[in-house]
């Protein structure tokens, strides 16, 4: 099966085809590149309940060996829990992190109650990336280096990127059109 590619918003994203970075994202892909992308509107899309989510990626969106997950926020934290389940071709990972600092909603979503699975998630995943950035106003560098470790990913690491919110995500593209036309 060809690789294709999933990409799972943060929470509170509202139409994720009109939010930051995913409908350009899924447009480029779909249209120019030809590389098979979904996205989709996620059930719960505020608190982003991983009860929720991980079915919704399994049963709907029907990630599977093939499946790039590309998830952002929420979404990155759902695809690192998603691939210590199931396997998949790989994850990619934007501004992740590994507690719910201090947030009652993010706490209500599941993510963070019991031990990341690290070696579980390295061995379902082929590849891992990860995009970051150090002025996070959301997530510190610190958490974004819990998860570097945790993956040992490939990091790609800025300093102006914020939280990764822009309306478009060269990096990214290139990243996955890389991966997708010199690794299968």
Not at 17 to 35: D, M, P, Q, R, S
Not at 39 to 52: F, I, Q, Y
Not at 76 to 95: D, N, P, T
Not at 153 to 164: A, N, P, R, V, W
Request: net charge negative.
């Amino acid at each position: 099966m060809p690789p294709r590619v999933v990409i799972i918003p943060g929470n509170g994203a509202g139409d994720v085809y009109h939010a930051n970075w995913y409908g350009w994202l899924h447009n480029k892909l779909n249209t120019k590149e030809n590389i098979p992308c979904a996205l989709e509107n996620m059930p719960d899309p505020v608190t982003a309940r991983e009860s929720v989510w991980i079915p919704f990626m399994k049963e709907t969106l029907k990630c599977d060996e093939s499946t790039i997950i590309v998830g952002h926020s929420s979404g990155a934290q759902a695809a690192m829990r998603y691939a210590e389940k199931y396997k998949v071709l790989g994850i990619i990972v934007v501004s992740g992190c590994v507690t719910d600092l201090g947030d009652e909603n993010e706490r209500a979503s599941g993510y963070y109650n019991r031990p990341w699975e690290w070696e579980k998630i390295r061995a379902n995943a082929t590849f891992v990336l990860q995009f970051g950035s150090t002025d996070d106003p959301f997530i510190p560098w610190e958490e974004q280096q819990q998860v570097h470790q945790g993956l040992q990913s490939k990091l790609h690491k800025y300093e102006d990127k914020g939280h990764c919110m822009n309306s478009t995500f060269p990096d990214l593209l290139n990243a996955v059109k890389h991966l997708v036309v010199f690794k299968f």
